[in-house]
Structure formats: C-alpha cells, structure tokens
C-alpha cells in the first residue's frame, strides 16, 4: 500500500506540474496551425505570470490577477502578431525578443513597485486560487485503491488545473469540428487557397494568435496564484520552451501533446522527489543533474526519438498577397 500511495502521490505532482505545459502547449497549437511560430511562449508566460500576481496582490482577487494575466499575454501575443503578420517580420526574432524584453521588464517592475528584490508579495487567501474538494471526496477517501486514488488524484486541485483538463477535448473539438479551426489549419497548411476562397490570412492568423495568447495568460497566471503564491524572477524556467518540444514531440496534435507534457512533467516530478535521496550503487546524486534530467530528456527525444515530424507547410513563411 505504501507503494501505491508513493506512486498516486507522484502523479498528484505530475498534474499539477504539467498543468502550465498543457495550457501552453494547447496555446501553441493554434498559433502554429496557424503557420506562425510561437518561440515567445515563454515570455507570454512570464508577463502573464507577473501580471497576475502583481493584481492579485494589489486586488487581493485571484479571478483579477487571471484576467490581469491573460490581458497581459493577450497583449504580446498581438505585438507578436503586429510584427509576424502584418509587418511580414522573422517570427523566431520576434518571439525571441519578446521573450528578453519581459525577462528584462518583469522584475524591473517589481522591484520599482514592490522594493523586494524583483519579487511581488507573497500571496495568501483569495489572492491565491485555492484547492477544490469534490463531492464525497473526503467519504471515500478510507476504501482502498478507488477512494485514495479520487480523493488524492482526481480530487484537490484548483480550478486552473482542471481547466488544463479540459482545455485538450476542447481544442481538439474547435481544431477538427469547426469551421474556425478548419480554417486555422487551412491557413497554415495552404494560406494561397484560403485567400482564394474570399478568407482573410491575416484576419485568422490574428485570432489564432489572440487564442494563444488567452491560453497562455492562464499558464502563467497559474505559475504565481495557483502552484506558486506569488511571482520570483525567471520563474517559468523554460516551461514555454519544455511545451514547445512536447507541441511538436506531439507532432501538432492535441492528445499526443498531452502525453509528451505529461512525460515531461512526470520527470520534472521524479527529480523533485530524488533530491537528496541515496540510491543504491550510485549513492547520492548531484542536485545539478537531477535538476537538468527534465530538458536532458527534451533533448533526447527531439533529436532521436520524435520521428518524422511533418510540421503546418507553411509554418514561419509570412503570407505576401498576389496582386
């Protein structure tokens, strides 16, 4: 028993740490089917994270520190529009730069207005989204295996998480069952034809990248007032990075993204939990290399292990209009 308990407990962790990976991945899924590349993942996520956490701690409302959040991510991922769409620029540059300019400006801001050394409050209450016991969760709790597994799995999350859940049946129904995501997809696969047709490239690549950046907004509103309580400099880490690997390890499809997030996260949860620990031959492990076994493993699997990855046809190439 003790086993099954260390095994729900480390998928417990896996949840919640692949939860921003999954929001953010499923972000990148539309801007990408879209035919634009999205490397500023991670500096949506970061300015939406210092957003939340920043309206938070002034409103004390999580619920203003999410919409501050996704406001915020809403706002790069326009610039990033702005200069990839209708100024044709190079996509990578600019994502790139967005990723510096908010690595540069976030704790700028908050030591200029909160004097704590580029951090914002620490977060408690309604400032923070809480975790949610679901009907029964505490009854069932005591029968073996069904009971522990749903009041210790399922049950105890906060909402951003379940709303991780839901986001991948979501955006594979909006990407495969409508008419938005045939078009985003038409867009990126064959922007010509869509424009033929009467439809405007531009007008679908702008929506597609304001849907990554809402989806993004609750990635990293979740980082600061969910999994965390409050906002530490470079605290996304490489997450916007980790689900742009997963997004194409899972080769542009939601549910295969879901399981490469997953991966990563499990391992993010594994070395979490090997810190410190001595194991048998080998003794102790350095913290570095734990710390590092997450992005060794992205690697891995991007430069070996992915396949043959057939990415949109036109993805990084600017539309110009045929006069």
């Not at 919640?16 to 879209?34: I, Q």
């Not at 590349?37 to 920043?54: C, H, R, S, T, W």
């Not at 439809?199 to 597609?208: D, F």
């Not at 907004?217 to 742009?244: C, N, Q, V, W």
């Amino acid at each position: 028993m003790e086993l099954f308990q260390i095994i729900i407990l480390l998928l417990d962790a896996t949840f919640r740490v692949a939860t921003p990976l999954v929001l953010a991945a499923m972000a990148g899924m539309f801007s990408e089917r879209s035919g634009v590349v999205d490397i500023g993942l991670e500096g949506k996520m970061l300015g939406a994270a210092f957003a939340a956490a920043a309206a938070s701690s002034a409103a004390g409302s999580a619920w203003l520190g999410l919409c501050a959040g996704v406001v915020t991510s809403l706002a790069l991922s326009s610039l990033h529009a702005y200069a990839c769409v209708t100024h044709k620029g190079n996509q990578v540059v600019s994502g790139m730069a967005i990723n510096i300019m908010v690595s540069g400006l976030t704790p700028t801001l908050a030591i200029a207005w909160f004097h704590q050394g580029g951090q914002t409050p620490s977060l408690s209450g309604d400032a923070r989204f809480q975790p949610i016991t679901l009907p029964f969760a505490d009854a069932v709790r005591e029968i073996p295996v069904i009971g522990y597994t749903y009041a210790e799995l399922i049950s105890g999350h906060n909402i951003l998480v379940y709303c991780a859940a839901a986001s991948v049946p979501l955006v594979a129904y909006i990407l495969y069952k409508t008419r938005f995501g045939l078009r985003v997809r038409a867009v990126g696969e064959n922007p010509h034809a869509v424009d033929t047709a009467g439809i405007s490239v531009e007008l679908m690549r702008y929506k597609a990248l304001a849907v990554t950046g809402i989806l993004c907004g609750f990635a990293g509103s979740y980082l600061s007032t969910a999994h965390g309580a409050g906002f530490i400099r470079e605290m996304t880490a490489g997450k916007g990075y980790l689900a742009l690997a997963a997004l194409i390890f899972g080769k542009w499809k939601p549910v295969p993204t879901l399981f490469a997030c997953l991966l990563f996260a499990f391992t993010d949860a594994v070395q979490a939990r090997l810190q410190g620990v001595e194991l048998p031959i080998v003794g102790v492990i350095p913290v570095q290399f734990i710390q590092a076994l997450p992005y060794i493993l992205t690697v891995l699997l991007l430069a070996g292990f992915v396949g043959k990855a057939n990415p949109p046809k036109s993805i990084g190439v600017p539309y110009i209009k045929e006069r």
